[in-house]
T-cell receptor, first 112, second 112 residues
Framework: EAQVTQNPRYLITVTGKKLTVTCSQN?????MSWYRQDPGLGLRQIYY???????DKGDVPEGYKVSRKEKRNFPLILESPSPNQTSLYFC???????????FGQGTRLTVV | GQQLNQSPQSMFIQEGEDVSMNCTSS?????WLWYKQDPGEGPVLLIA?????ELTSNGRLTAQFGITRKDSFLNISASIPSDVGIYFC????????????FGQGTRLTINP
């Protein structure tokens, strides 16, 4: 089954404790991205990657890092989480030729 | 960053009624997408539009890509309880890398 898998689905952490949210897709898509969803703001892009070792900032990259060492994986790293990073995070992937992005089920992160 | 203005933000309707929502932008887009998000899930693609003026249907859903390339609408006919959820428009800008810009979402509630 074609899918985008995020882990964990839920995470509560403390300010300053580094964390990683993993994302994996099995569709051989070149393009992957991370979004955060906040009430009244829709989905805002954090980072995206157009292929292995190619990443770029989206609209709200501050406080986040990503890496794309393999085509299928695109982890999101918060080196020093802060409460304003409490949000619902989605990973998405698509082919390089269209933008019909497929989304994961989301990771709800709470930073206290 | 770029923004899409989606309206209305919420709708409360009776089962069987038709629904209409739209997105506008000051920027030109070359692709418009409409997604639906169920509670606890990631957005799922409903309709993709690739040409100005294009009118596309998917069952009871109809969407159009505005002639000016700056707007799009989604109609749902004869609403049913499973239509409940949050609907997002998303656009891809003509310039720059493949990235999606999302509207703020329309939360649809249906009274049986």
């Amino acid at each position: 089954e074609a899918q985008v898998t995020q882990n964990p689905r839920y995470l509560i952490t403390v300010t300053g404790k580094k964390l990683t949210v993993t994302c994996s897709q099995n569709m051989n898509h070149e393009y992957m991205s991370w979004y955060r969803q906040d009430p009244g703001l829709g989905l805002r892009q954090i980072y995206y990657s157009m292929n292995v070792e190619v990443t770029d900032k989206g609209d709200v990259p501050e406080g986040y890092k990503v890496s794309r060492k393999e085509k299928r994986n695109f982890p999101l790293i918060l080196e020093s989480p802060s409460p304003n990073q409490t949000s619902l995070y989605f990973c998405a992937s698509s082919t390089g030729e269209n933008t019909e992005a497929f989304f994961g089920q989301g990771t709800r992160l709470t930073v206290v | 960053g770029q923004q899409l203005n989606q309206s209305p933000q919420s709708m409360f309707i009776q089962e069987g009624e038709d629904v209409s929502m739209n997105c506008t932008s000051s920027s030109i887009f070359n692709t418009w997408l409409w997604y639906k998000q169920d509670p606890g899930e990631g957005p799922v693609l409903l309709i993709a539009l690739y040409k100005a003026g294009e009118l596309t249907s998917n069952g009871r859903l109809t969407a159009q890509f505005g002639i000016t390339r700056k707007d799009s609408f989604l109609n749902i006919s004869a609403s049913i309880p499973s239509d409940v959820g949050i609907y997002f428009c998303a656009g891809q800008l003509i310039q720059g890398a493949q990235k999606l810009v999302f509207g703020q979402g329309t939360r649809l509630t249906i009274n049986p």
